[in-house]
């Protein structure tokens, strides 16, 4: 059972930047950190949770979605099992609720969410 704690977000004004880390505990030696895909979605009222950018920390490839291409980075520290989300150039539509997501084979995993609001 792994357990996500996200933190970082908050108000910032649009055209700023805004980091969200969120650290993981409970690898064990059998899936430790290099066998999962982390990841952070983000969710809207009304609209469903959708997934903004990942890692595949087996090859360490990246993916992200194309409103944030350019603007986002994601990264990972396997040493303290902790993930990031460096978010520049703000825009009010990045306004929602954020969430790390940890995946496996067979497991997955949420954080709790953290609001981040953009104003114009």
């Known amino acids: 059972q792994l357990q996500l704690v996200e933190s970082g977000g908050g108000l910032v004004q649009a055209g700023g930047s805004m980091r969200l880390s969120c650290a993981v505990s409970?690898?064990?030696?059998?899936?430790?950190?290099?066998?999962?895909?982390i990841g952070w979605f983000r969710q809207t009222p009304g609209k469903e949770r959708e997934g903004i950018a990942c890692i595949n920390n087996g090859d360490s490839s990246k993916y992200y979605e194309n409103s944030v291409k350019g603007r986002f980075t994601i990264s990972g520290d396997g040493a303290n099992n902790t993930m990031f989300m460096q978010m520049n150039k703000l825009e009010p539509e990045d306004t929602a609720v954020y969430y790390c997501?940890?995946?496996?084979?067979?497991?997955?995993?949420w954080g709790q969410g953290t609001q981040v609001t953009v104003s114009s």
């Open positions: 997501h940890v995946r496996s084979y067979d497991s997955t995993y």
């Open positions: 409970g690898f064990n030696s059998e899936l430790p950190w290099n066998s999962w895909v």
